[in-house]
């Protein structure tokens, strides 16, 4: 388990740079994905899943994000709205970092052009424009994606970590006590 010592919180753990599920820290891609669909009125709060983390555990006993059996933590039918509410806000993080970062790489472009249309002469100006379009676009793209969104992720799971030993202290230990 790796935690900040300065705080007690565990921290993500990575292996070959992918993010690895540990008990600490079970983000589940899958969880997230379906609270996304829950979220959007496409998918029922409903189902099983397990008693520690919420992931879906379907027919299964063990839970493969967090490791907990159900003969230790009794399976649950459905996701917690603060555990969902956390799944989101980790999305909103992430969502924050990228759109900074293409708008940043708009702006960029969009100066970029100005500074074109200043210094070009008569007709050429048209270039200018071409860039505006072609370049924000590129540019939005490649910083939103490309360069930030290794970055807005780990920013995710950081949050994501805070926010579940949170949650676990306050509420999470009592539900999988009782």
């Known amino acids: 388990m790796a935690t900040s010592a300065a705080s007690g919180i565990p921290q993500p753990t990575y292996q070959d ?7 600490d820290v079970p983000f589940s891609s899958e969880l997230d994905e379906l609270i ?3 979220r959007a009125g496409q998918a029922p709060n409903i189902g099983r899943f397990c008693g520690y983390c919420s ?7 063990t839970c493969l994000v967090c490791g907990e059996t159900t ?3 009794p399976a ?3 996701i917690d709205r603060e555990l969902a509410q956390i799944y989101q806000a ?3 993080r992430e969502g924050l970092y990228v759109h900074l ?3 940043s790489g708009i702006l960029l472009a969009t100066a970029l052009s100005i500074l074109m249309i200043l210094l070009l002469p008569g007709w050429t100006k048209v270039f200018a424009i071409v860039f505006l379009v072609l370049g924000g676009y590129f540019a939005g793209v490649f910083f939103g994606n490309v360069l930030i969104q290794g970055f807005a992720y780990r920013a995710g799971l950081n ?8 949650w676990r202290a306050s509420s999470g230990a009592t539900r999988s006590a009782g």
């Open 17 to 23: 740079g992918d993010f690895v599920p540990t008990h």
């Open 55 to 61: 992931a879906p555990l379907g027919q299964k006993e």
């Open 36 to 38: 996304a669909e829950i």
């Open 71 to 73: 003969d230790v933590t």
């Open 90 to 92: 980790k999305r909103k």
């Open 76 to 78: 649950v039918d459905k």
């Open 159 to 166: 949050m994501f970590a805070k926010r579940w030993a949170q």
């Open 101 to 103: 970062a293409a708008w």
